[in-house]
């Protein structure tokens, strides 16, 4: 085989294994930032003019309940809606509580919702 085939050869080898996944090279924004939660969740629009929250980010240090409670506070104007509060909650965290949160089931997620709004 000459060696322009044998390249040809190669790059349909490595195209085919991106396009099925197979590259190990291959960027694949879920296998680094998994959601817990179905992606329609994020699709559900917010309020008409909602602005986006600044929230103090929680690491895994300190008091959650502290953080949940301060939470649910910035979020008043959509607290009535799990869709909401889904959407919103990992973006105030941070480091090891993001990494715990990417890694919840989401039957245990809604459980967990549901606790929350008791404390």
Known sequence: MSPINSEWEAM??????????NDPK???FENV???PFDRAITMTPFPKHF???KFDKFRGKG???THIKEFYMHCQEVAYDDFFLLCLFPKSLVG???EWF???????????????RHL
């Not at 349909?12 to 996944?21: D, M, P, R, T």
């Not at 990417?102 to 929350?116: D, S, V």
């Open 12 to 21: 349909k080898i490595a195209l085919k294994n991106i396009q099925e996944g």
């Open 26 to 28: 291959t960027f694949k």
């Open 33 to 35: 930032c998994p959601y």
């Open 51 to 53: 602005e986006t929250l």
């Open 63 to 65: 008091d959650p309940v």
């Open 96 to 98: 090891p509580a993001l």
């Open 102 to 116: 990417y890694r919840i089931p989401m039957a245990q997620l809604k459980f967990l919702l549901n606790c929350l």
